[in-house]
């Protein structure tokens, strides 16, 4: 996927992203994860923390995407190199242990998701019920994948204190979306604990995804 068998061999091989399923931050350009790294590439660094971010953020996507496939349960070093394509050396290189990896999958999923949630918000019109169903449409059908996993390793914090920090960091941005509909703090905590579990159970197939269902939860804020 990099390129010759002995550039995999070096963490800091340069990094050639190409066209294909597995390059998903790199095909999907409105992302945090694109974003992130367009900024550094276009900032003045030296090519050796450039190829370092580069190969962060495909182990990253790549845990990601064997999070959404098989579970949190079939994240390993050994995984995540072969789904990026990369050798072991240069997963443990960037993440010494699984720990460290998850946290940062977890933190970075966390804060692409509560961005594209932030940016939807911002532009709510007249009829907030109908945006806020957008929003969560928007989580379950087009990013599904991505929330599945974010949710995964969300779960994963209730057995795992190193990723708790982690997993708590989304609730203050999703705290501030709920509060565009509800100046009351403590309503707004019972949006967010809703929309967790409208999320949840739509993910698993115990709930069809139902746009009247917001007309009815914005009225009880009222």
């Known amino acids: 996927m990099f390129g ?38 276009t900032t003045r660094t030296d090519g050796r ?29 050994r995984a995540v190199a072969a789904e990026a394509g990369v050798s072991l050396a240069s997963t443990t290189y960037h993440f010494a242990t699984l720990d460290e990896l998850l946290v940062a999958a977890l933190t970075w999923a966390s804060e692409d998701l509560t ?4 940016e939807r918000v911002n532009e709510l019109g007249a009829r907030p019920a109908d945006e806020l169903a957008r929003l969560i449409e928007h989580c379950l059908v087009y990013r599904r994948g991505r929330t599945l996993a974010a949710y995964e390793l ?5 057995r795992r204190p190193v990723l708790r920090e982690a997993a708590a960091a989304w609730l203050g941005p999703l705290n501030e979306i709920a509060r565009s509909f509800t100046s009351d703090a403590h309503k707004a905590g019972l949006l967010v604990a809703a929309l967790d579990g409208i999320l949840m ?3 698993i197939g115990a709930r069809e995804f139902n746009r009247a269902d917001f007309d009815g939860l914005l009225a009880v804020l009222r």
């Open 115 to 118: 961005a594209e949630l932030q």
């Open 201 to 203: 159970q739509a993910l």
């Open 49 to 77: 923390r450039v190829r370092g971010t580069l190969r962060r953020t495909e182990l990253l996507t790549a845990t990601l995407r064997v999070v959404e496939r098989d579970g949190v349960a079939g994240v390993s070093h």
């Open 154 to 158: 969300y779960l994963l914090a209730a």
């Open 4 to 41: 010759h068998d002995d550039e995999r061999m070096s963490p800091d091989a340069p990094i050639r992203p190409l066209s294909g399923p597995k390059n998903n931050w790199y095909v999907c350009p409105d992302s945090l994860p694109f974003v992130q790294v367009r900024r550094v590439l």
